[in-house]
């Protein structure tokens, strides 16, 4: 089930279901508002996504109502989160997924975000959107990055198949303190494309997501089917060698990799500091061994920017020979 494409003029709601990152950096927020209005765009920040209850974005209560409204109010044609950190999880056995079903729209974040993807994918059959935050992405000293705005245009804007993935010229990893540090642009460097980890093909459904916090819902209702996927994961800084491998182990022994056609793999930030004598490339290699679906790695999705936007449940293909070539082969619009 694919939601209505955005167009300039629409009402775009900007919800919290995790982090209250955003009630302390208040011209950040700001920045993203007006990044936003700039490509044409009507905002409106639901009661709650400045609320601060302990470590969340308000209650589960208050989080839940935001989302549950700006689903149900007509205007609205997408739904983007303020950023992702953690507990959005809590959220997935108070939403009401007939309410979202019959209000299919535009969900976009990532991150901890991933939750809400996976389930309401999972529930509803809805297409749902990993891709840029306010914060980190549309919250950018000049707005987003052009990489990123033309593959949110592309996406979300247009009923023509999305087509071919091409690697960034450049990316960033670097961390400015935001409303501190962050009056000036990130520092970037050239990006070297795309790693190839495996060669081979595969197609199918696009399962894009935060790979902790898929995992989170292991064993429950709420983690959608991985047959024939084209699985995308990212995950962050705050990670460390160690824990990815256990995540990708953890894939294999829930039997992954018995079903999905392809892996690719968002780039990771510097700070996780991968052994230069085994990479993250031998990691997934050791936890995928046996099986033969092809792998990429360092893809433009993730904690560093530029990012695409990733829609679940939308065809894509994977070739990797002596060249990768990704292609999202249908649209995610209607």
């Not at 920045?31 to 601060?52: D, H, S």
Request: charged share 25%; with cysteine; glycine share 8%.
């Amino acid at each position: 089930m694919k939601p209505a494409r955005l167009k300039e003029g629409d009402t775009i709601a900007i919800v919290s279901p995790a982090s209250a990152i955003a009630a302390y950096v208040p011209r950040r927020l700001q920045r993203g508002i007006e990044t936003l209005e700039r490509m044409g765009f009507q905002v409106l920040v639901m009661p709650n996504a400045t609320a601060v209850h302990s470590h969340t974005a308000g209650t589960i209560g208050e989080r839940v109502q935001d989302l549950h409204m700006a689903f149900r109010d007509p205007e609205v044609k997408a739904i983007i989160a303020t950023i992702g950190g953690f507990n959005s999880h809590q959220l997935l056995d108070e939403l009401d997924y007939d309410l979202i079903r019959e209000n299919p729209k535009i969900l976009l974040g990532y991150s901890d975000i991933t939750a809400l993807h996976a389930a309401i994918y999972a529930k509803t059959g809805l297409t749902t959107f990993l891709g840029p935050a306010i914060l980190p992405q549309f919250g950018l000293l000049d707005g987003l990055d052009d990489y990123t705005e033309q593959s949110f245009k592309r996406t979300l804007m247009q009923t023509e198949p999305i087509g071919k993935i091409v690697a960034s010229s450049e990316w960033t990893d670097e961390v400015l303190r935001w409303d501190v540090h962050d009056d000036r642009p990130k520092k970037r460097q050239p990006n070297a494309g795309m790693l190839i980890g495996r060669t081979g093909e595969g197609t199918g459904p696009i399962l894009a997501g935060n790979c902790g916090t898929l995992l989170l819902l292991a064993g429950t209702s709420y983690m959608p089917s991985f047959e024939d996927v084209v699985l995308m994961l990212e995950d962050d800084g705050s990670e460390t060698p160690e824990t990815i491998d256990r995540y990708f182990t953890q894939l294999r022994h829930l039997g992954v990799y018995d079903e999905i056609s392809a892996l690719v793999i968002g780039r990771f930030e510097s700070q996780v500091d991968f052994d230069p004598d085994f990479t993250l490339k031998d990691i997934i290699l050791r936890a995928t061994r046996g099986y033969d679906f092809p792998i990429v790695l360092d893809a433009d999705f993730g904690h560093t920017d530029p990012v695409l936007t990733l829609p679940l449940g939308v065809t894509a293909s994977v070739r990797v020979g002596d060249e990768i070539e990704i292609e999202i082969v249908d649209s995610a619009v209607n």
